[in-house]
Structures are given as structure tokens and as C-alpha cells.
């Protein structure tokens, strides 16, 4: 009885044909394969080999052609591009021997007896990585548009756990004369989950002659760009583009701070909670200093009703970082000392900034029972007085902020920015309603009643570690 051997012969190129392969075609009695790709194999052919060769679509015939062959004593060699286990006759083979073989076929067959070996081959999305970079170098997926012989609802679903797995994503048979959506919606819903920056590259015939090599985002990308003889490649949220190479990171090197000394295990445990926040957000388009500042408010409170809470001014982080950076902002007055305990010392530190909260200065007691008025609304008072250009931050008392805005009015202070978080039920919402007509003040605001010293602090501390956004590079100072 013969063998079929099923033998993936690369994607194009004779350099990328495996030395197995190559000595199973020299071996072969007959070969059986689309006839497209005979043109890759046949000097390796040996005198009086038969060469079975058929159109596109006709897979199972090429199997039953293999299978007749074989049971005829002969070595068969079916080939396939790429890898033949990769949406190739690997899987046809193997389900046509069982079906040959079951109890009641009709099929006259000895099939039970014919020997079926694989033999792997460097398939085309290999190539095209190995032609861009180094793009898969994580956990990846392969999905295929054409729906041929799986339901679009299928294929969707599929796109869609891709795109919210935070997987590199392979796309096979991207689009065809009738097939010309299909790539447009996979755009779109990959877009929902993952930023415009996101690096795309695509080849198209890999390791042909007609071979091209392109690296876009996935905002910036065409489908009208790519064939059928396309293979797209989608990074996940840590790949990058230098120097013209496309690489997703594995994780064996770390990134390291200004100073040159490694993260410590808790700023890559605080990295990691980041980039799993970061990709399950509804939105991924979000400009970066509203971004940083969300990511902060929702690792304090693991509440993801942040995204449609948390209210910033267009570039209030960036413009309060800045002040930062250039000296005019030096200090921060806080309604309690909750939220002075939870900005970060090493941050202030670093940028040589204090943070203050007059709640317990002496003259507090004494200012509120004159004026009939809260303590925090006295320490407000007072901290105007002595810093009337802070960066005012409330954590916890609507009537402290409420006094703020009253003492802006009259002109008494111009604060360099304002982060607004009080909580609870009474005048929380009016407070914030309060602050936003400043317009020329930088404001971060947690919508309704939510709030508390803890995201006030956390939202500090989004301003202070700005210059580490990008990289979402969070707890250096922890």
C-alpha cells in the first residue's frame, strides 16, 4: 500500500522550500497539486513522476485523485503553498481518509491502510512577519475574510474577540472582486477596540518576484490597497514601527526609567493593569492627556463608568504638566489631607512641588467659627490667600470647591488649573456644574456624584507623570 504525504512548499520562493519537503518531491511517484505551483517544484521532480494538476476550487478532487494514486501503491505527494496545515489539503486529507474508511461507506477503499504524513512549511504570513520586522512576536491569531465555507456572522465574531483579545492578527484572503467589504468592516471594528496608531503591514505575493512590502496604521489603511494575494498583519497595543521594521515586543526586555535602573515589580504589575484597562475601553482614540488621566481614575477605582464620567478640558493635563515643567506651577492645595497622603512623593520630589492642605492649620478652627462657615471652606480661605495660583484639587467637600469658585469670581484667585472629584449627595453635582464656565482654567472633573480623595489624588498624579504617557509607562515614583 502507498502513502500520501501532504507537503507545505512555502509561499513562493525556492529558498524557502524545506530540505524535507524537497526530498519527499524528489521521492515522489506523482505529484498532485493546483497547478499554479508546479512552477516552484519542477526541477526537483524526478524522470517519469506523474503531475496531477487542477484549477483553483478543486481541492476535494485533488484528494481523491491522491487517494486513488495511493491506494495503487504509489507515494503521493499532495502540495499546497505556504504551510499545507494552514488553510491547505492537510485537513481535506485527513477527513477524506476517515470518511473512506467509515463503517458503511459506499467508497471501495483501502484507505485504512494508506500512511498520511504532514510535513510543515513556512507559510506566508511567516514570510510577510519576517519581510516587515518582527510583528509576531506575541500571541497571535490567523482569521480568514473569505466566507466561502464559513458564515460571515462567524467570521465576525471572530474579528471581534480578536480585536478585544488584544491579539496580532493575521488576516488570509483579505478581498476579492465580489468580497470587497468585508476588509472595510474588519477595519471598523478593529478601530473600536484598538488605537488609529495601531502598526498594520501588509505583502502582497510574499516571496515572489512581484513581491511588495507595505507598513501603515490601522487608521491610515486602505482596503482598496490590497488582493487576494495580500496577507495582513494587525499589531496589538505594544507593537511599534522604528526605523522602518514593524516589532511586537515578547517581554524579554524591559523598559527602563530615566535613570537608567529597571522598573520595580510594582510599577510592572501597576504597567500591566494599565494595558489591560487601556484595552478594554469602549473608545481607543482618545487624545493622550485625557487617556492618561482615565487610565489613572479607573486603576484607583476599578470603575470602567469613569470613561463616561471623568470630564477634561481639551489639553488640561498636558497644559498643567507644562506649568509644571516650567516653574510656574510649584504647588497644590488639597480640600483634605486623604488627597495631599496620595499624590506621590517621589513625584513631588522629582518636580520639587508641595502639596498642602490647611484643613489642620491652627487658624482654621478659628476663621470657620467667625465666618459660620465648613472647615474645608476656611482652609480654602486661607490657602487663596497664601497660594491664589495653586492647582486646587477636591477629593471630598463640595462646599470647599463651591468656595473656590466663589473667591474666583471676585477675582481673589486665578487658580493654575483645577481637578474637581467631591463625593456624596448633597451639592456635589451643583459644585462641578459650579467649575466649568472657568474656561481659561485646566479642569479634570469626575461627572455627578462620584468622586473621593483617592481618584482626586490619582488624577494628580496623571498630571505629574504626564512625560511617561506615552510609553504608558505609570508608578515610577511608587
Known amino acids: 500500500m502507498g502513502k500520501i504525504i501532504i507537503a507545505g512548499i512555502g509561499p513562493g520562493s525556492k529558498e524557502d522550500i524545506t530540505p524535507a519537503v524537497l526530498e519527499a518531491v524528489q521521492q515522489a511517484d506523482a505529484i498532485v497539486g493546483y497547478k499554479y505551483y508546479f ?110 465555507m464559513t458564515p460571515w456572522q462567524v467570521i465576525e465574531r471572530r474579528i471581534k474577540a480578536a480585536a478585544v483579545g488584544d491579539f496580532v492578527t493575521v488576516i488570509y484572503n483579505p478581498k476579492s472582486h465580489d468580497r470587497y467589504w468585508q476588509l472595510y468592516r474588519l477595519q471598523e ?53 522604528d526605523k522602518g521594521k514593524f516589532i511586537t515586543p515578547r517581554g524579554y526586555y524591559k523598559t527602563v526609567s530615566d535613570d537608567s535602573v529597571a522598573e520595580k515589580p510594582g510599577q510592572q504589575i501597576m504597567m500591566e493593569s494599565f494595558r489591560t484597562i487601556k484595552s478594554e475601553l469602549h473608545r481607543q482614540d482618545y487624545p493622550l492627556g485625557h487617556l492618561w488621566a482615565l487610565l489613572h481614575a479607573i486603576h484607583t477605582t476599578a470603575d470602567f463608568d469613569m470613561e463616561e ?15 509644571v515643567k516650567d516653574g510656574t506651577l510649584r504647588t497644590i492645595i488639597s480640600d483634605v489631607t486623604m488627597v495631599t497622603s496620595g499624590i506621590r512623593k517621589g513625584a513631588l520630589n ?13 487658624r482654621v478652627a478659628a476663621f470657620s467659627t467667625a465666618n459660620n462657615i465648613t472647615r474645608t471652606q476656611a482652609g480654602i480661605r486661607l490657602a487663596v490667600e497664601e497660594h491664589p495660583d495653586a492647582l486646587f484639587v477636591f477629593g471630598n467637600a463640595p462646599t470647599a470647591l463651591m468656595e473656590l469658585c466663589a473667591l474666583i ?6 487658580p ?30 469626575v461627572e455627578g456624584r462620584k468622586g473621593g480623595s483617592n481618584l482626586a489624588a490619582t488624577l494628580c498624579n496623571a498630571i505629574l507623570t504626564f512625560d511617561d504617557a506615552e510609553q504608558l509607562k505609570p508608578g515610577r515614583d511608587l
Do not use: W
Request: proline letters at 4%; glycine letters at 8%.
Open 309 to 323: 464620567i471623568l470630564y477634561t478640558d481639551e489639553g488640561a493635563v498636558e497644559t498643567l504638566y507644562q506649568k
Open 350 to 362: 522629582r518636580l520639587n512641588i508641595e502639596a498642602k492642605c490647611y484643613l489642620n492649620d491652627d
Open 189 to 241: 471594528l478593529f478601530l473600536q477596540e484598538r488605537s488609529a496608531e495601531t502598526p498594520v503591514g501588509y505583502v502582497r505575493q510574499a516571496g515572489r518576484e512581484e513581491q511588495e512590502v507595505k507598513i501603515t496604521t490601522l487608521g491610515a489603511f486602505d482596503p482598496e490597497d490590497v488582493d487576494m494575494f495580500t496577507v495582513i498583519l494587525i499589531g496589538n497595543s505594544q507593537s511599534y514601527v
Open 416 to 445: 493654575a488649573g483645577i481637578i474637581a472629584a467631591p463625593v456624596g449627595f448633597v451639592h456635589v453635582r451643583e459644585s462641578k456644574h459650579m467649575v466649568k464656565p472657568f474656561k481659561d482654567i485646566p479642569k479634570l472633573i
Open 39 to 148: 512552477q516552484f517544484i519542477e526541477s526537483y521532480i524526478k524522470p517519469g513522476c506523474s503531475c496531477i494538476d487542477t484549477g483553483m476550487k478543486k481541492e476535494r478532487e485533488r484528494a481523491k485523485e491522491a487517494f486513488l494514486l495511493a491506494e495503487q501503491g504509489k507515494t503521493v505527494v499532495v502540495i499546497s503553498s505556504g504551510d499545507a496545515g494552514i488553510y491547505g489539503m492537510a485537513p481535506l486529507i485527513y477527513e477524506m481518509k476517515r470518511q473512506r474508511t467509515a463503517n458503511g461507506s459506499t467508497v471501495v477503499s483501502n484507505a485504512a491502510d494508506i500512511e498520511v504524513i504532514t510535513l510543515p512549511g513556512i507559510s506566508a504570513f511567516q514570510k510577510a512577519a519576517s519581510l516587515l520586522g518582527a510583528p509576531i512576536g506575541h500571541d497571535m491569531c490567523i482569521i480568514s475574510l473569505s466566507d466561502l
Open 409 to 414: 469670581r471676585k477675582g481673589k484667585a486665578r
